[in-house]
Nanobody
Framework: QVQLVESGGGLVQPGGSLRLSCAVS????????MGWYRQAPGKERELVAA??????GYADSVKGRFTISKDSAKNTVYLQMHSLKPEDTAVYYC???????????????WGQGTQVTVSS
């Protein structure tokens, strides 16, 4: 059974930094892509950043402030967030598109979400 476990959210003042982590466990054959999404109250879930073997991509709103990285040996993805703004306040979800050992094809898996609040 595949599990995504996030950590690192919390309350931070504007201009501050946080680092989110997401560890993937289970019988994994291959991870195709990992990413971070966020959902603010009353808004749709949006892609923040993604990483594949080919590179990284970011939402325009976070370019230059957020950095996504991964440790393939640990099946863990990170989101380093700097210069945080109140509008970054949201629940952040980890996503992985992966292939399991016991199942054909690939599918998306989601973490439980971690709250990030940027407020003075």
């Amino acid at each position: 059974q595949v599990q995504l476990v996030e950590s690192g959210g919390g309350l931070v003042q504007p201009g501050g930094s946080l680092r989110l982590s997401c560890a993937v466990s289970g019988s994994i054959r291959r991870i195709n892509a990992m990413g971070w999404y966020r959902q603010a109250p009353g808004k749709e879930r949006e892609l923040v950043a993604a990483i594949t073997s080919g590179g990284t991509g970011y939402a325009d709103s976070v370019k230059g402030r957020f950095t996504i990285s991964k440790d393939s040996a640990k099946n863990t993805v990170y989101l380093q967030m700097h210069s945080l703004k109140p509008e970054d306040t949201a629940v952040y979800y980890c996503n992985a598109n992966l292939a399991e050992v016991v199942r054909a094809g690939s599918r998306d898996y989601w973490g439980q979400g971690t709250q990030v609040t940027v407020s003075s």
